[in-house]
């Protein structure tokens, strides 16, 4: 059990483009969604925590507006990179928690690849 | 957000050989995990330390959580090639939030 996906796992888009990655818990309902962006052969930056229902909390530096997170239920976290430039460019990660799990328990996604063009 | 620092960043190795790893943050932290991440992939989790001093094996794994509450060590005994990946080394202190480690790629030699 605990599977997560996402969605695409690779997309291509123009500058100037908005792109949506999904985030599903398949077998589990996930409270807490994480994002994490990671760039070639670097660690893994936590980008924002998404909690079911309520607004999303960024980390420093992390533009909210540009990237607009939306939890609208307990299986499924949304990504947007709304006006994608090719600096956003990269490996976004998503990591589900499991509603009354471990504190420390995440299960990740198997990634997408976000190319902008 | 906060970033770990993992030593060695790289490592070139014989397979049979043991492999160590360590991280170290100059903050504390509650709980200490490790992950193996694989090309293209996401990370998966090997070992979770929630107790300073504590000491935790997953086969032939073990992880330590250090005394101060600023490290942790990860050993890999007598690896295999299927070993080969990223490991990363993640921390909490409080609330949902963990931050990783700059990682470790792991090559092992047949």
Redo the contacts between chains.
């Keep these: 059990g605990a599977v997560?996906s996402?969605h695409p796992s690779r997309v291509i888009c123009k500058s100037g483009t908005s792109v949506k990655i999904e985030c599903r818990s398949l077998d589990f309902q996930a409270t807490?969604m994480?994002w994490?962006r990671q760039f070639p052969?670097?660690?893994?930056?936590?980008m924002a925590?998404s909690n079911e229902g309520s607004k999303a909390t960024y980390?420093?530096g992390v533009e909210k507006d540009k990237f607009l997170i939306n939890h609208a239920s307990l299986t499924l976290s949304t990504l947007t990179v709304t006006s994608a430039h090719p600096e956003d460019s990269s490996f976004y990660?998503c990591?589900a928690?499991r509603g009354g799990g471990?504190?420390?328990?995440?299960?990740?996604?198997?990634?997408t690849?976000l190319t902008v063009t | 957000g906060q970033q770990l620092n993992q030593s060695p960043q790289s490592m070139f190795i014989q397979e049979g050989e043991d492999v160590s790893m360590n991280c170290t943050s100059s903050s504390i932290f509650n709980t200490w995990l490790w992950y193996k991440q694989d090309p293209g992939e996401g990370p998966v989790l090997l070992i979770a330390l929630y107790k300073a001093g504590e000491l935790t094996s997953n086969g032939r794994l073990t992880a330590q959580f250090g005394i101060t509450r600023k490290d942790s060590f990860l050993n890999i005994s007598a690896s295999i090639p299927s070993d080969v990946g990223i490991y990363f080394c993640a921390g909490r202190y409080t609330g949902n939030q963990f931050y990783f480690g700059t990682g470790t790629s792991l090559t092992v030699i047949p």
Excluded: A, D, N
């Excluded at chain 1, 052969?41 to 936590?46: C, F, T």
């Excluded at chain 1, 471990?102 to 990634?111: K, L």
């Design positions: 997560v996402q807490t994480f994490y052969k670097k660690s893994l930056m936590l925590t980390e420093q990660i990591s928690r471990p504190s420390w328990e995440q299960y990740f996604g198997p990634g690849r």
